[in-house]
Each structure stands twice: as structure tokens, then as C-alpha cells.
């Protein structure tokens, strides 16, 4: 039984009187790639909102490591935070600025290192990512994927423990995408990350996902939970098996 890393209770999301989603609950545990799925408008990206502090939910409790993080002083929030590296949908990077300076920045902003280690740590992460001799690029001079990979490492600049991506692969070529999935994997594995991602791709829902929740904005509420792979072999719900086959509702054998 892994350790819970992240426990939602009763977690409610509206905007004003207007409920997007109630009811929810699900436990994410120390090493997981978590994925957020469902279709349109159900509220994927506004739940990533709410658990990385982003907006206070209507009802229910977000706790990390027992931590009730709605609860907790604001220093202690900020404390939490520190442990978040997040990663939004169009990488987020300071086009004014190059990769290393991106990568740096967070570095500059919350530790005391001196100016050669942040260097040596800088070159360090972009060469996890791929990126390693890219330092003094502009994001207007590299790809689409490139662009991601250096969000990626900028999310990692504080060793996070815990990664959160905003559609990682929207945008990117299928092999782009792939070299994306692999990077997560392998990420997850070798650093011990738990990792939770807004996705609908069901190539990258597949390939990285071994838990998950699925949002329903016609009830309102989640309606399975799980790893993606047991989720199509063993739902009963018709709409998990639809979107899980892109509408084919064959189940895999």
C-alpha cells in the first residue's frame, strides 16, 4: 500500500452559485502518476486549481501529509508550496529571458546558493530534460516540445516532490508527445516524483497513468477511480468505457 501523498475529501468547485463539480474524493499515493480526465468543460484544469492552491474550494478538505491545506496558516501553505513544481499548458516561460535564466529563476527566488552552484544546478535539470548546451537559448528560438521539456525542467528546479502538468502534450507532434511521456516516466521512477496530470490524450492516459479520476460534468461528480488500464478492462460505466475507447465502447481483452 503506498503512503497517501494527497487525500481529497468532499471537495466541492464552483464559481459563485454555479457547481462544477461535488462529492469528490480520492487518494493520491507517493510515486503516482495521478491523471485528471474527462471531457470538455468538466472541470479538470479547475481541480488542478484548487490542489495547487491556486482557488479555495467551495467545500471539502485538501490534504497534503496529513496537512489540511485550506486549514493551515498562510506560512504553512508556502511551505507546502515549495514542494510544487507545476508545469502549465504553454510551458510558461519569459521569452525575455533564455532557458537558463527560466530555469534559474525559481532558484534565485527561494534559496541562498551562490550564483556558480545555481549555474551548475541549472545546466544540471536542463540536462535531465534533454536540454543539456541549450542554456543560452531564447523560447522563440526552439520547438514546440523543446519549450515543454524546459517548463518541465523549470517545474523540477526545486527537486519538487510533487509535479503537477496542465496538458502536457497539447499542441505537440505524436513523437514529441511520446519523448514527453517517456520524460515523465522516467522522472517518476528514477527521482521517486508523484506526478498529477490534466490530460485527454488516451495515448499519454495509457502509457504514464497507474491511477486516476474521472470527472462526469453531467452529474456533476467523479464516476470511477483508479488505474486507467483496470478502469477499461473493469467499469461498468458506459462513459468511462466510450471516452477510454474514443467512442468505440469495445473494451480491450
Same mark, same amino acid.
Given at each position: 500500500?503506498?503512503?497517501?501523498?494527497?487525500?481529497?475529501?468532499?471537495?466541492?468547485?464552483?464559481?459563485?452559485?454555479?457547481?462544477?463539480?461535488?462529492?469528490?474524493?480520492?487518494?493520491?499515493?507517493?510515486?503516482?502518476?495521478?491523471?485528471?480526465?474527462?471531457?470538455?468543460?468538466?472541470?479538470?484544469?479547475?481541480?488542478?486549481?484548487?490542489?495547487?492552491?491556486?482557488?479555495?474550494?467551495?467545500?471539502?478538505?485538501?490534504?497534503?501529509?496529513?496537512?489540511?491545506?485550506?486549514?493551515?496558516?498562510?506560512?504553512?501553505?508556502?511551505?507546502?508550496?515549495?514542494?510544487?513544481?507545476?508545469?502549465?499548458?504553454?510551458?510558461?516561460?519569459?521569452?525575455?529571458?533564455?532557458?537558463?535564466?527560466?530555469?534559474?529563476?525559481?532558484?534565485?527566488?527561494?534559496?541562498?546558493?551562490?550564483?556558480?552552484?545555481?549555474?551548475?544546478?541549472?545546466?544540471?535539470?536542463?540536462?535531465?530534460?534533454?536540454?543539456?548546451?541549450?542554456?543560452?537559448?531564447?523560447?522563440?528560438?526552439?520547438?514546440?516540445?523543446?519549450?515543454?521539456?524546459?517548463?518541465?525542467?523549470?517545474?523540477?528546479?526545486?527537486?519538487?516532490?510533487?509535479?503537477?502538468?496542465?496538458?502536457?502534450?497539447?499542441?505537440?507532434?505524436?513523437?514529441?508527445?511520446?519523448?514527453?511521456?517517456?520524460?515523465?516516466?522516467?522522472?517518476?521512477?528514477?527521482?521517486?516524483?508523484?506526478?498529477? !496530470?490534466?490530460?485527454?490524450?488516451?495515448?499519454?492516459?495509457?502509457?504514464?497513468?497507474?491511477?486516476?479520476?474521472?470527472?462526469?460534468?453531467?452529474?456533476?461528480?467523479?464516476?470511477?477511480?483508479?488505474?486507467?488500464?483496470?478502469?477499461?478492462?473493469?467499469?461498468?460505466?458506459?462513459? !468511462?468505457?466510450?471516452?477510454?475507447?474514443?467512442?468505440?465502447? !469495445?473494451?480491450?481483452?
Amino acid at each position: 500500500m503506498k503512503k497517501p501523498v494527497i487525500e481529497v475529501r468532499g471537495l466541492e468547485m464552483s464559481y459563485g452559485s454555479f457547481v462544477l463539480m461535488r462529492d469528490l474524493n480520492f487518494t493520491i499515493g507517493k510515486g503516482d502518476i495521478f491523471i485528471i480526465m474527462g471531457g470538455s468543460g468538466c472541470g479538470k484544469s479547475t481541480l488542478l486549481k484548487h490542489l495547487v492552491g491556486l482557488k479555495r474550494p467551495a467545500k471539502g478538505d485538501i490534504i497534503y501529509d496529513k496537512v489540511n491545506y485550506w486549514k493551515a496558516e498562510p506560512e504553512e501553505q508556502e511551505q507546502l508550496k515549495r514542494r510544487f513544481g507545476i508545469l502549465f499548458q504553454s510551458g510558461a516561460l519569459w521569452s525575455s529571458m533564455t532557458l537558463a535564466e527560466n530555469v534559474a529563476m525559481p532558484i534565485e527566488q527561494y534559496t541562498k546558493l551562490p550564483p556558480k552552484q545555481i549555474k551548475e544546478l541549472v545546466s544540471y535539470k536542463l540536462s535531465l530534460v534533454g536540454l543539456g548546451g541549450f542554456e543560452e537559448f531564447y523560447p522563440s528560438e526552439i520547438s514546440g516540445g523543446m519549450k515543454k521539456r524546459a517548463g518541465l525542467a523549470r517545474a523540477m528546479a526545486l527537486d519538487p516532490d510533487l509535479l503537477f502538468f496542465d496538458e502536457p502534450s497539447a499542441g505537440l507532434d505524436p513523437i514529441s508527445a511520446r519523448l514527453l511521456d517517456d520524460l515523465i516516466i522516467e522522472l517518476s521512477e528514477s527521482l521517486g516524483t508523484t506526478v498529477v !496530470v490534466v490530460t485527454h490524450e488516451l495515448a499519454s492516459i495509457f502509457a504514464i497513468g497507474n491511477n486516476s479520476v474521472f470527472l462526469d460534468p453531467d452529474v456533476k461528480t467523479m464516476i470511477a477511480s483508479g488505474d486507467p488500464k483496470r478502469l477499461l478492462k473493469e467499469s461498468p460505466d458506459p462513459k !468511462v468505457i466510450n471516452f477510454l475507447t474514443r467512442g468505440e465502447g !469495445v473494451r480491450q481483452k
